[in-house]
Nanobody
Framework: QVQLVESGGGLVQPGGSRRLSCAAS????????MAWYRQAPGKQRELVAG???????NYADSVKGRFTISRDNAKNTVYLQMNSLKPEDTAVYYC????????????????WGQGTQVTVSS
């Protein structure tokens, strides 16, 4: 089982920046992909950005050019650098991971973090 610990959320003014971190630990043999999702009040959870191994990335159209996802494989950590934040970026941000728990099995599993609130407001 994987544990995901997110950090970096908080209150930020429009136009400001914030960096989210998510560290994975537990029964992990290898991580295939990591991603950030977000869910605003009254809306469905949506993919914000994803990064695979060895580093292919994809972004939601709404954040392209403003957000950057990166990962540190040695630390099993994924980051989301958020710049030029807008009020519509306000949401709970969740980390997600696809990983292989065991070297003796090709079965992959996935996990979610507990979420971190990002509020963009003046």
């Amino acid at each position: 089982q994987v544990q995901l610990v997110e950090s970096g959320g908080g209150l930020v003014q429009p136009g400001g920046s914030r960096r989210l971190s998510c560290a994975a630990s537990g029964s992990i043999f290898s991580i295939y992909a990591m991603a950030w999702y977000r869910q605003a009040p009254g809306k469905q959870r949506e993919l914000v950005a994803g990064i695979s191994n060895p580093g292919s990335t994809n972004y939601a159209d709404s954040v392209k050019g403003r957000f950057t996802i990166s990962r540190d494989n040695a630390k099993n950590t994924v980051y989301l650098q958020m710049n030029s934040l807008k009020p519509e970026d306000t949401a709970v941000y969740y980390c997600h991971v696809d990983y292989r728990p065991s070297p003796i099995s090709n079965i992959f599993s996935s996990g979610w973090g507990q979420g971190t609130q990002v509020t963009v407001s003046s």
